[in-house]
């Protein structure tokens, strides 16, 4: 008895178990697959070996490079998730769009010999739809290099990852100035540790200027030619005339116009606007203050708001300059009652006593000018002279 109903239950199991298997086999028969286009004229359906489902369906999975014949390693590995916050596939841009030489596998033999080489092949299917940013980088000195032959110049690619860059706007300061880092790490390092890299990297403060706010995106200008260095003034200005940003930190607003008023600002604007490409030696801002290792002006070692420091700065130009000669400078400030006080009044007693000295003289001048007019072109009227007991005598 107890062996038949073993033998009950072990065939309970074995039905069970055949009715969970054909579930499963439906299953998978009914799941569907690849995207696929099926056509009128076959009914059959085929592979849409142009969906980017089919392309990451490999590219998801590729994990070994592709070798170049330089010896460089292609990859062609791309991360799913960053692919679909990228800004081509949230506007339905398709793989194909940009590989227009692939329609389906095996792809078409790369002729590129270097991984610059593939880039620039690559690149050349991103002006399709960005023509205006493509234009303005063939005139920058990225695109100057890039025209040169150099190697070394970056394509579209080495700074927008078309397989990851998000919206431009999604980006930070400092997510948009590590990208710069990627060729100028150097500079970047530098940059990292003066007052404007440390408050945007470590505070993520967006006052500060990253990269592209002082270089441009797609129209940097060669920053070694004479054109840059005497516009540079107003790349400083930008900010730093800008009160709502400035007031924040009790920062001076009044930089350009002072430094346009003394000899060396006077100087290279009239450069800046007669002879944009002729070379001065009259200081701009970063002669003083440095380029991209700029420092706060109340650093001990080279702050300039310390005596000793704005010497040493001003000796690099002046190298006869004495102790007191920094005792002229007034911080980019113009003198008022509250802020050098005695510079201002000495200024205002000079206002009013030079106005009123040479209108005087200018009324002098004039009154002698005008006696001497009338004396000459003006007779005066014959005068009758009366002597006692004769008669008037006229003259004529």
Known sequence: ?????????????????????????????????????????????QIDTTSNLYCLS????????????????????????????????RNDVTCVHCHQDISGFPHPIKTAQTLHEYQLQRDASCVECHEVQANQTKDSIHGQL??????????????HDPHAQPYMEELSKTEHSEVCANCHNGIYQEYANSVHGEAMIKDDNQDVPGCIDCHGVHTMADPRTAEFRNSSIYLCADCHTNAAIMDKYGL???????????????????????????ITNKAVCYDCHGIHNILSVNDPNKGLSIKQNMLVACQSCHPD????????????????????????????????LIPVVLGGMAIFVLSDAYRRLRMKFIKPKPVEVAVEGEEVIKHD
């Open 146 to 159: 890039l025209s040169q032959g150099d190697p070394n110049a970056p394509t579209c690619s080495n700074c």
């Open 252 to 278: 001076s607003t009044q930089v350009l116009d002072t430094y346009v008023a003394d000899f060396h600002g006077t100087t290279v604007t009239l450069f800046e606007v007669s002879e944009p490409g002729q």
């Open 1 to 45: 008895m107890k062996r038949i109903n073993l033998l009950n239950i072990g065939r309970i199991l074995l039905l069970l178990t055949a009715i969970v298997l054909v579930f499963i086999i439906l299953g998978m028969l009914n799941t569907p697959g690849k995207v696929v286009a099926q056509s009128e004229d076959d009914p059959q359906p």
């Open 321 to 352: 300059a004495t102790t007191n000669f920094p005792d002229t400078w007034l911080s980019h400030y113009i003198p008022d009652k509250d802020k050098y006080p005695i510079v201002y009044y000495v200024t205002l007693f000079y206002q009013i």
């Open 58 to 89: 490999c590219h998801a999975e590729a994990y070994n490079p592709v070798p170049l014949p330089s010896g460089e390693s292609l990859f062609i590995q791309i991360d799913v998730t960053d692919f679909a916050n990228s800004t081509h596939d």
